[in-house]
């Protein structure tokens, strides 16, 4: 074949460039929002229709453009954010790429209105393919509005890769949210067909938070801030002891803009390593500011990465920061109950407690001693008693429903109340993790194969890691293009959730910079307990009950369910009734 070089048309260049800028509808979403903020609009309308694939439109109150402006913004690199190679070192405004309306014009159907305060009459400008095909004079107010229809029309791939209009929805929100997070004193509403979504109006950040969270958040959440000669950081941290399984509201702004930084994450995760479990996730809503010089966030081109000069500085000031806001906050743990403090709720059982600053946390607690402050002497003996599996001790043990049981131990005046459905997951997550250290976890051939569907990295991920993954008792028969064939799966799973299951060692993999093969094990065997448990019976019957009770007791953390939550609580009566 003879080669001939040419260069690239200008559509054809736009819309390689679209490909990393526009993936879906909440891309467009966050480049015109991101346009609106840079045009200093404090009103914003957002409304689409189909999740985005069937329109978007953004309208915002921000100062417009001319007619010259209008013509010329869909043109590659026309921005007005930036002149010189100098300005791109210090970016203060969301966009200065130039690319995001020239991508978004060759992948879709555009209608631009925009008006500035000095003209009479806006501008209209329709484009298709790349191309201007109408340009009319318009009444309209001052500012933007810009309509987006049949995205991808000219790609048939790209449009087909798009998901369910759910979760298209929810990539939406998401970025919306997070946009709106960080400028928290812009009226937003948002509609998706017709129906209102959010509408938020100009709020200090707390209140923003709450307004899109909910009000639970009011208690919640833990004020950080420090300020330091290479960042100044602000915001919110949730409560450790709220943290949950899910990764939930994690949200990181350098100088206002959203970044992923896993980094970073994990100095805030290591902040309260003391108070929340290896699989459990902090919320936190966070804010660095760093001089402009030290950072560089044309790293990617949709521009949620940011490139520090002193990362490692910063990881260690927030993880301070972060340290001493929950040490001055007192976290301590308790029931939401109104005499909480008669009641004590075990939390963690951990060996290194955290130095500094100090955090008010006894580690040590444990529910069966007699006094909160007491000496060790009595809860190693209540520990070693069940450890010989003497069962006398126990007693006076009362079904309150199937599900919970009162016992008590010695002849204490303590009363414990027992959660079996926790027991029973503690006990046989125990027994799991035992088994997977042992390697003893056997494989069971599935009838018909099962297939994982991945994307790229993902395949890249397994085929880097088939050892691990098989040494879990997964056989996998061949790796395909984008799926890979398992023939046999662990003994205690069933097929049904392979996809996920593999999934999820794919994730644990990929933190595995931070997380050791220990804390793949821990997952995996939450999620072989949580299979296997959700059929059991819990027993009501005494002598079974007592059997359940010392074999929790012989478990490594015995008064903690697997979700971090308690599994025995006591209750002193003449704590709460002196
Ligand atoms: P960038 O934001 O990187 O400059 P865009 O392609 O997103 O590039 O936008 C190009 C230019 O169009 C912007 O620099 C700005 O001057 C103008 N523009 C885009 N959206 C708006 C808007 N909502 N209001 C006013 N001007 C806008
Ligand atoms: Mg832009």
Do not use: W
Not at 394 to 400: G, K, L, P, T
Not at 552 to 565: A, R, S, T
């Amino acid at each position: 074949m003879k080669q001939t070089i040419q260069i690239l048309k200008d559509n054809v260049i736009n819309q390689i460039a679209a490909g990393e800028v526009i993936q879906r509808p909440s891309s467009i979403i966050k480049e015109l929002l991101e346009n609106s903020i840079d045009a200093q609009a404090n009103n914003i309308h957002i409304i689409i229709k189909k999740s985005g694939k069937g329109l978007i439109q953004i309208i915002d109150n921000g100062i417009g453009m001319n007619i010259q402006d209008a013509k010329v913004c869909f043109i590659k690199h026309a921005t007005s954010k930036i002149e010189s190679t100098d300005d791109i070192t210090k970016i203060s405004t969301m966009g200065f790429r130039g690319e995001a309306l020239a991508s978004i014009a060759s992948v879709a159907e555009v209608e631009l209105k925009t008006k500035t305060q000095d003209e009479e009459i806006g501008t209209l400008i329709c484009i298709d393919n790349s191309k201007i095909n109408k340009i009319t004079q318009t009444a309209c107010k001052r500012g933007t509005s810009i309509i987006v229809k049949n995205l991808f029309f000219n790609i048939p791939a790209r449009k087909n890769f798009l998901k369910s209009d759910k979760i298209e929805l929810k990539h939406i929100i998401e970025t919306f949210i997070q946009i709106a997070l960080s400028h928290h004193h812009i009226n937003f509403q948002f509609t998706n067909d017709g129906k209102q979504l959010y509408n938020l109006s100009t709020e200090n950040f707390k209140n923003r938070i709450i307004q899109l969270f909910g009000r639970r958040y009011k208690q919640k959440i833990l004020q950080i801030k420090e300020q330091t000669t290479i960042v100044a950081i602000d915001g919110f941290l949730g409560n450790p002891l709220d943290a949950k399984k899910t990764r939930g509201e994690q949200y990181l702004f350098v100088n206002n803009r959203f970044i992923r930084s896993p980094y970073l994450n994990h100095a805030i995760k290591e902040s309260m390593a003391d108070l929340i479990q290896t699989d459990q996730h902090p919320s936190y809503f966070i804010f660095l500011n760093i001089d402009h010089q030290y950072i560089d966030v044309n790293v990617h081109p949709n521009k949620t990465e940011v490139k520090f000069e002193d990362e490692k500085s910063i990881y260690q000031i927030l993880k301070s920061a972060c340290k001493r806001t929950i040490g001055m906050s007192n976290i301590k743990p308790s029931l939401d109950f109104s005499i909480e403090k008669s009641f004590e709720v075990p939390i963690h059982i951990q060996n290194n407690p955290p130095k500094e600053p100090k955090i008010n946390v006894n580690s040590d607690f444990n529910p069966f001693r007699k006094k909160f402050a007491r000496d060790k002497e009595n809860t190693q003996n209540i520990q070693k008693l069940f450890k010989e599996e003497n069962t006398s001790d126990i007693y006076e043990v009362f079904n309150i429903d199937n599900r919970y049981a009162l016992f008590k131990i010695n002849h204490d005046n303590i009363i414990n109340l027992i959660d079996k459905k926790k027991a029973i997951e503690r006990i046989i997550y125990d027994q799991t993790i035992q088994s997977l250290n042992n390697q003893e976890i056997n494989s069971q051939l599935t009838i018909n194969p099962t297939t994982v569907e991945l994307n790229a990295i993902d395949m890249q991920i397994i085929k880097e890691n088939n050892t691990t993954i098989e040494n879990l008792g997964y056989k996998i028969e061949s790796i395909e293009k984008e799926n890979i064939i398992i023939s046999a799966i662990p003994f205690y799973l069933n097929q049904d959730g392979t996809q996920e299951f593999i999934e999820l060692i794919i994730e644990s993999i990929k933190k595995s910079n931070t997380i050791t093969d220990n804390q793949i094990t821990k997952e995996i065997a939450k999620k072989i307990t949580y299979q296997k448990t959700t059929h059991e019976k819990y027993p009501n019957n005494k002598d079974l009950l007592i059997r359940l009770i010392n074999k929790l007791m012989k478990c490594e953390i015995p008064f903690i369910g697997i979700d971090g939550k308690p599994s025995v609580i006591s209750v002193e009566p003449n704590k709460i009734f002196n």
